[in-house]
């Protein structure tokens, strides 16, 4: 694991979409840990925290060539290259403000679809996050996970309530992830506001940026992403009570 956090240009884009699930993981386990989402049985706080991981993920649904078009052949290739071609391209629709807001509405929306009384695109929604977060873990993923998450779900009625803000949160940590490194993203999309000076801040092309992580996949992203790894896993020993957390 180490050595995979700790590589350099050829993993570049895998360095970013790692460093988005831990980023999104750590979040929801920081708002479980303060009390702000009001979970405590383990096994709900572990596949809601997988999810969010997962979702973490979701933005990048407009690269076809991705991780995420990988995460459930051949569907999920199918449905990024249709996104892509929506959202005018990589880093543009889905990571803007109305890519946050159709991601929220979507997840506050899915517990609505009900068929004999069970909410299945929560669940579809959740089982496929689950599934990407294995896989971006380089654990058995694909439809292998994305099933056996589904099946927890069903079976367990308490994560369901939760669904929507594992979705939402996931999704927002991702876009000011890329919010936070060299490129950037156009916020503004689909206007594109072109800097009259261009800088760092603020770039010819549109995008916004607080380059605070630098290039993907430069030291300090890497830094970022042992830290946060670090945190997940303290919070989970801390769950074995072994030290109150």
């Given at each position: 694991m180490l050595s995979f956090i700790f590589a350099f240009d050829e993993s570049e884009i895998k360095m970013m979409g790692y460093?988005?699930?831990?980023?999104?993981?750590?979040?929801?386990?920081?708002?479980?840990?303060?009390?702000?989402?009001?979970?405590t049985d383990h096994p709900t706080i572990f596949v809601t925290t997988l999810a969010c991981a997962g979702a973490?993920?979701?933005?990048?649904?407009?690269?076809?060539?991705?991780?995420?078009?990988?995460?459930?052949p051949p569907l999920s290739g199918w449905i990024c290259a249709v996104v892509q071609r929506l959202s005018g391209g990589h880093r543009q629709g889905t990571h803007?403000?109305?890519g946050v807001g159709i991601f929220?509405?979507?997840?506050?929306?899915?517990?609505?679809?009900?068929?004999?009384?069970?909410?299945?695109?929560?669940?579809?929604?959740?089982?496929?996050?689950?599934?990407l977060a294995l896989?971006?873990?380089?654990?058995?993923?694909?439809?292998l996970g994305a099933v056996a998450v589904a099946s927890f779900t069903?079976?367990?009625?308490?994560?369901i309530e939760f669904f929507p803000?594992?979705?939402?949160?996931?999704?927002?940590?991702?876009?000011?992830?890329?919010?936070?490194?060299?490129?950037?993203?156009n916020l503004l999309w689909p206007l594109t506001i072109k800097?009259?000076?261009?800088?760092?801040?603020?770039?010819?092309?549109?995008?916004?940026?607080?380059?605070?992580?630098?290039?993907?996949?430069?030291?300090?992203?890497?830094?970022l992403a042992v830290a946060l790894m670090l945190y997940i896993v303290w919070v989970f020993i801390s769950l074995s009570g072994f030290f109150e957390w």
């Open positions: 460093t988005h699930s831990l980023s999104a993981a750590a979040t929801w386990l920081a708002l479980v840990h303060h009390g702000v989402v009001p979970i973490g993920m979701l933005p990048d649904i407009d690269h076809r060539n991705g991780t995420i078009a990988r995460s459930i803007s403000f109305i929220w509405a979507l997840a506050l929306s899915s517990p609505h679809y009900l068929w004999w009384g069970v909410p299945w695109l929560s669940i579809i929604l959740v089982a496929y996050a689950g599934g896989r971006t873990f380089g654990a058995p993923g694909g439809w069903y079976y367990s009625s308490q994560p803000l594992v979705i939402g949160v996931g999704s927002s940590v991702h876009i000011l992830g890329d919010a936070l490194t060299r490129r950037g993203v800097a009259p000076i261009s800088s760092i801040f603020w770039k010819k092309s549109g995008n916004m940026a607080l380059p605070i992580l630098g290039a993907s996949g430069s030291r300090r992203e890497q830094f």
